[in-house]
């Protein structure tokens, strides 16, 4: 299953750099007479014989040759007993006769790959084989034969509806219910969606088509029949039937204490209850699946959510949540107890929050640490895993977004060796990666880092890094106070949300020590009315705060399909209003999502950061008083050159990195700022 998993990325990658969606060349003509028009040439079937030799699947069947080929493809199915004849499984002559005819490979390339193959067998599915060669097509502009790409071509070709198998978007369970595994095998299919009316199955084998008279009598429904890649098809049929294997058992276990809520429960207390054995196999097939699953996904959270009828499970993916499944209640709570036990969390409380940590292993072998918390709900304990990126603390500068400018004003506040530097900006604006990367930069064998932290995020053996416990009376100004006996030249303090807290960064930046903080504002000028708020007084933040720097995060285009497109005159007046008060000419095209397998259709991929860097320069200290006229300094500081949010995110459109509507979402023109 992880070889499979690794293999799919590895296609994904490649249908990306070869550009996708793509138009493959006209498609005329069906599929019966070309193979006809290959038959008569005498191509079709002779130059294979090799392939009925070996006798294996994918070998053409005796007789294959000629009218065979006619295969009515994109006429409605024909009883079990007329197709019979012309069952066979796709061969590699007949693809690259296709190919050959549509021109994206040549002659040559075809009869030399046919004469190679002869003595291997046919195991492997053509259309694997062909995508295996890396063959670029040979008509213009070139396009990597990807197996993605081959698959979508095969069903223009064949009449066929082409389907990219998205598993975030299939109900596992139901479609499970449809065929046993061990058909779905044979015939090399998957169902993949399950109505009322139809049932649609996906295949690789566009020319295996007795299960068809066989399943519908059955089924009492439609069967549409749609092309996908085979490689999606073996591993999702794995995927899928043993998941739901395991969801069905488990189920079944639990039966009797199923869908009542704790809500419900309340009210059934003192009856026999019967629980699920959160060690029990199949729910530990079902943890593993998810995690993995939220791995291969980049995910950055999964949301375990209980509801009256049935369980959900949520993905979020660069900062946007997807449902991903819909699991029996019964399941989901044996999955949470499963869980709760791994992060030695107390699995019989479930009224109370709770936190714990899980480090597990990606498919690949690295660590990935997964923070997580419950919290009561009306209709039971929803569960929150967060991630934590293992490459967080391998990232450099360049890659969270900094510019060169930027990069020189944040150095000029680090390299100081005493001080106060504050990130600001709202949850999951990315700060804690912005000072982890910092940290990492500037814990040398020669300094003590120490951190005080709620929770500690990522575990980093360069820092000596303290956590918060409400439960002991162990708040940050606590934890400052005992770092600081303990020697320390650089202190990170998670959030400054209080005066004491404050009071505690302001002694240990007079007493000599680099203290880094975030608070929550909205914009870099705003701290300094913060800390005012809680009760420092101006003197005191004169004297140790050396800048302060707002960020956001902004998802990036998919560099596999984004697409410049002429400024439009809407996007002309986003552009002024973004850039306003200042002046700046627009780019005279602007990148637009497109969507793509490699983004899920999204079209974004990964997010960036967008940073306003506040220094405290003499005019500035000379403005903080106790009060301070923010919009003052505000405008100092763009004069002394700091660049607003906006004005990074205009920079950012500009090169082409992210699109207008991402910039106005998190960084809002001058006047609703
Ligand atoms: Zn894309």
């Known amino acids: 299953m992880r070889t499979a998993v690794f293999l799919y990325h590895a296609f994904v990658g490649e249908i990306g750099r070869g550009g996708y969606p793509v138009t493959v060349a006209a498609v005329t003509g069906t599929f019966s007479e070309l ?59 007949e693809i690259l006769e296709l190919l050959v005819a549509d021109g994206l490979v040549t002659r040559g390339d075809a009869d030399a790959l046919r004469a190679e193959r002869r003595l ?59 065929m046993s595994a061990a058909y779905a095998t044979r015939f090399a299919m998957l169902p993949v969606q399950v109505t009322t009316r139809e049932v649609v199955v996906a295949t ?84 593993d699946w998810l995690w993995q699953y939220a791995f291969d996904q980049r995910a950055s ?23 991903v499944y819909q699991i029996p209640m019964a399941v989901m709570n044996a999955m949470t107890s499963r ?17 714990g940590r899980i480090k597990t292993r990606t498919p690949d072998g690295q660590e990935v640490e997964l923070r997580l918390s419950t919290l009561p709900t009306a209709f039971g304990e929803k569960l929150v895993m967060r991630i934590f990126d293992p490459d967080v603390l391998v990232r450099d500068f360049r890659e969270l977004g900094f510019s060169e400018e930027d990069q020189s004003r944040w150095n000029q506040m680090t390299r100081t060796p005493n001080g106060i530097i504050l990130v600001t900006g709202p949850t999951g604006s990315g700060k804690t990666t912005t000072l982890y990367t910092t940290l990492k930069q500037l814990a040398t064998p020669e300094v003590n880092v120490c951190t005080i932290e709620d929770p500690i995020e990522m575990v980093e053996s360069a820092f000596n890094q303290m956590q918060v416990q409400q439960a002991i009376e162990l708040g940050f100004a606590d934890g400052v106070r005992a770092l600081m006996r303990q ?49 420092v007084p101006a ?40 850039v306003a008060p200042w002046k700046s000419s627009h780019p005279a095209a602007v990148h637009q999502p497109t969507g793509c397998l490699e983004c899920r259709m999204t079209g974004y991929q990964g997010r960036v950061g967008l940073y306003e860097i506040l220094l405290m320069s003499p005019e500035i200290r000379r403005l903080v008083k106790p009060q301070t006229d923010i919009a003052r300094v505000r405008d100092t500081a763009y004069r002394e050159g700091m660049r607003p949010l906006r004005i990074s995110g205009a920079m950012k459109v500009a090169a082409g990195v992210t699109s207008l509507d991402e910039i106005v979402k998190v960084a809002p023109p001058a006047d609703d700022a």
């Open 204 to 287: 690789a084998e566009p020319f295996l088509r007795e299960w068809e008279g066989e399943l519908r009598p059955i089924l009492r429904k439609e069967i549409r029949r749609v092309l996908a890649n085979p490689i999606d098809i073996s591993r999702y049929q794995v995927e899928f039937f043993s998941l739901a294997r395991s969801v069905k058992k488990a189920n079944q276990k639990g039966e009797g204490a199923s869908g009542l809520s704790s809500f419900e429960q309340l009210v059934e207390l003192g009856k026999a209850n019967r629980t699920y054995d959160a060690n029990d196999q199949h729910i530990v097939n079902i943890v």
């Open 120 to 178: 291997q067998g046919a195991k492997t599915h053509p259309l694997i084989v062909v995508a295996d060669q890396k063959w670029r097509s040979a008509s213009p502009p070139g396009k990597l034969l990807g197996l993605e790409l081959l698959t979508e071509w095969l069903a223009g070709r064949l009449g066929l509806e082409y389907f990219h198998i998205d598993p975030l978007k299939i109900d596992f369970t139901g479609v499970a219910e449809v």
């Open 487 to 535: 020697d320390p030249d650089i202190i990170m303090i998670g959030e400054i949300r209080d005066l004491q807290t404050a009071e505690m960064a302001i002694q240990a930046a007079l007493t000599g020590h680099l203290v880094l903080s975030t608070l929550h504002t909205n914009d870099a000028p705003s701290a300094i009315t913060r800390l005012l708020d809680l009760g």
């Open 301 to 323: 959270d999964i949301h375990v959510e209980p509801r009256r009828e049935v369980g959900l499970v949520r993905f979020r993916i660069d900062g946007v949540l997807h449902q």
């Open 35 to 93: 193979a006809v028009g290959g038959a008569a040439r005498g191509n079709v079937g002779h130059g294979d014989a090799s392939g009925a030799e070996t006798g294996d699947d994918y070998a053409i069947p005796h007789g294959a040759a000629g009218p065979c080929y006619i295969s009515p493809m994109s006429v409605p199915a024909k009883p079990a007993a007329d197709t019979a004849v012309h069952e066979h499984r796709l061969t590699l002559a």
């Open 539 to 578: 003197y005191l933040i004169n004297s140790t705060v050396l800048g302060v720097m707002a960020q956001r995060l902004v998802r990036t285009l998919c560099p596999a399909c984004k697409k410049p497109f002429p400024i439009r005159d809407e996007q002309r007046e986003t552009w002024n209003a973004l």
């Open 339 to 355: 869980i709760k036990l791994l992060g030695r969390m107390d699995v019989i409380e479930k009224r109370r929050p709770q936190d």
